[in-house]
């Protein structure tokens, strides 16, 4: 293990800022999708599997939506049978986990709608960001989260 030394301060100090700044904007998005959602009865967590599973295709499925959206199992087909229960994903027989999920037309309408709200946090969001500072930060948290999952 690395001995902390005094001449290491600038980088707790950019990790205090990088792990701030996460933390502020998972609860801003948090409470801004909980917000959306709950008009709909729906936890704000469920915002990102809907707007996964309409942009994904045919294939996807609920072992799909965990994996990118790194979530537990168990916690995704919660979702989908609340999705099922308010006619947002068709429902589908006992092989559940495999079976490709749908939207149905009211679950599509949804996630248009949620869609544009993502789109509207977005632009306001990034005001100031030119797409080349946009680029870069995108590419370096990219390449954090990898070296990340590697250490």
């Known amino acids: 293990m690395t001995e902390y030394k005094a001449t290491d301060k600038h980088l707790i100090d ?3 800022r990088f792990t701030f700044a996460l933390f ?3 609860h801003s998005w948090n409470r801004l999708a909980t917000d959306a959602m709950k008009r709909h009865g729906l936890k704000g967590a469920y915002a990102l599997y809907l707007v996964t599973i309409a942009d994904e295709d045919e294939a996807m499925t609920a072992a799909r939506l965990a994996e990118l959206c790194q979530r537990d199992k168990a916690d995704v087909s919660r979702a989908i049978a609340v999705f099922q229960e308010k006619g947002i994903l068709e429902k589908y027989g006992s092989n559940r986990y495999r079976m490709p999920l749908r939207l149905t037309e009211e679950g599509k309408k949804l ?3 949620i869609r544009g709200q ?3 946090v ?3 969001a990034g005001a100031g960001l030119s797409e080349e500072m946009r680029e870069n930060m995108y590419q370096s948290l990219s390449l954090i989260a990898e070296n990340m999952k590697k250490i």
């Open 111 to 113: 996630a248009d709608e």
């Open 122 to 124: 977005l632009e306001n």
């Open 118 to 120: 993502v789109v509207d």
């Open 14 to 16: 950019r990790f205090q």
């Open 24 to 26: 502020t904007l998972h």
